[in-house]
């Protein structure tokens, strides 16, 4: 069935720094993909999405690009900031299940 | 226009007792999807409901646990009996359609298992 993997965490970085976040997936069919993000306490936000091939998605300063042959949609911040620090979950949706597929996340702390 | 609104955000229950955890979708969606997460740990898919139809139960356990979506009112995760491995956040989200479009999730209840 259709799966996404994310890389493990926890990533710790300093205010500033590059920020890359793996995601692959299998998937049936041509899937959209998702970052969404969950702050501490609070329920899951959309953060970007694309929904074909090439396609790159951007928001916040955060982008991720929808890669078809390496089935990649790897999450990049330029220059990460202390309220960046949450947990990203890399997700499908429109393969061959109807429901969103999701990694198992990836935490993020930034320190100052 | 509200978001997808849960209730109760904290529930406390007793070994034994019945959990009701409420879902309003947003406004014009008809899909609605329940997950658990368990302390450090990513969604596990439960369950996937249209309107007065389960979609996808896949990940539902096999007992204890059920969900429905009526026609009118709010879905319903319901878990009887429940016991301390239940104790988790549950979200969920609602989407207009099913084929690649987002979901967008309600603030999740956080049940306790005492």
């Known amino acids: 069935g259709d799966s996404v993997t994310q890389m493990e965490g926890p990533v710790t970085l300093s205010e500033e720094a590059f920020l890359t976040i793996n995601c692959t997936y299998t998937a049936t069919g041509y899937p959209s993909l998702f970052w969404y993000v969950q702050y501490p306490g609070e329920g899951l936000q959309l953060l970007l999405k694309a929904t074909k091939a090439d396609d790159k998605g951007s928001n916040k300063g955060f982008e991720a690009t929808y890669r078809k042959e390496t089935t990649s949609f790897h999450l990049e911040k330029g220059s990460v900031q202390v309220s960046d620090s949450a947990v990203y979950f890399c997700a499908l949706s429109g393969g061959s299940q109807g429901n969103l597929i999701f990694g198992k996340g990836t935490k993020l702390s930034v320190k100052p | 226009n509200a978001g997808v609104m849960q209730n109760p955000r904290h529930l406390v229950r007793r070994r034994g007792q019945e959990a009701r955890l409420r879902c309003s979708p947003m406004?014009?969606?008809?899909?609605v999807y329940w997950y658990r997460q368990l302390p450090e740990e990513g969604l596990k898919f439960m369950v996937y409901l249209q309107k007065e139809n389960i979609i996808d139960e896949s990940g539902m356990p096999k007992e204890r646990f059920s969900a429905e979506f009526p026609k009118e009112g709010p879905s319903i995760l319901r878990i009887q009996q429940v016991v301390r491995g239940d104790s988790a956040a549950y979200f969920c989200?609602?989407?207009?359609?099913?084929?690649?479009?987002?979901?967008?999730f309600g603030q999740g209840t956080r049940l306790t298992v005492v």
């Open positions: 406004k014009g969606h008809s899909h």
């Open positions: 989200a609602s989407s207009p359609t099913r084929e690649g479009t987002e979901a967008f």
